[in-house]
């Protein structure tokens, strides 16, 4: 049972388009939901995160958008470069993280 | 800078071997945790630790158990592999709002 589903679950898009990578729960109970970054041979990191009271967070060209109501979060990379080709992972919390499937993200010049 | 290390990038080991991850941590945190990841499975929590000797079952524990002898140190030990244990294993420590990724250890059963 996959208590965070993780859309799609590869996107190509060209450079300088606006990828959205789409993430839902169930669990009413998470408080705080990360997104991390994963580059090939390495480690997933954390790129952004967002607490449940608010709607929006943005860092730099990374925008996380909340819907409490339809327990639904999602990425958005503006103006998206060849360099942010990677896998990215939503995750929620209940003491520990639970992460979502992983959507590989390709961005072609 | 933070950093949490495991003791190997790639392993292969035999069918039936038993077979130890090691993970340590410099960031003096108490939670650690070790997940597998799978392609279309994302990352999948095998055993967390909350505290030294402490140890509590993800959701895939089955196969696999785990050491936390000293806060740093985390270890995963897989009793007998098997070769449906392939996969990337992946350690982490963290603090209330982050978790801290070690590099990962590809292991392969043959």
């Known amino acids: 049972q996959q208590q965070v589903k993780q859309s799609p679950q590869s996107l190509i898009v060209q450079k300088g388009g606006i990828p959205i990578i789409n993430c839902a729960y169930e669990?009413?109970?998470?408080?705080?939901f990360p997104w991390y970054q994963q580059f090939p041979g390495k480690g997933p990191a954390l790129l952004i995160a967002?607490?449940?009271?608010?709607s929006e967070k943005k860092e730099g060209r990374f925008t996380i958008s909340f819907n409490k109501s339809a327990k639904q979060f999602s990425l958005h990379i503006m103006d998206s470069q060849p360099g942010d080709s990677a896998t990215y992972f939503c995750a929620a919390r209940e003491g520990k993280l639970t992460f979502g499937t992983g959507t590989r993200l390709t961005i072609i010049p | 800078d933070v950093k949490v290390t495991q003791s190997s990038r790639y392993l292969v080991k035999r069918t039936g071997e038993k077979v130890f991850l090691e993970c340590v941590q410099d960031m003096d945190h108490e939670n650690m945790f070790w997940y597998r990841q799978d392609p279309g499975l994302g990352l999948r929590l095998i055993y967390f630790s909350y505290d030294v000797k402490m140890k509590e079952k993800g959701d895939i524990p089955e196969g696999y158990s785990v050491s936390r002898e000293k806060k740093e140190r985390f270890s995963l030990i897989l009793e007998s592999a098997s070769t449906n244990q392939t996969s990337m294993y992946l350690c982490?420590?963290?603090?209330?709002?982050?978790?801290?990724f070690g590099q990962g250890t590809r292991l392969t059963v043959v």
């Open positions: 982490a420590s963290s603090s209330r709002t982050e978790a801290f």
């Open positions: 967002i607490r449940p009271d608010v």
């Open positions: 669990n009413t109970a998470f408080d705080y």
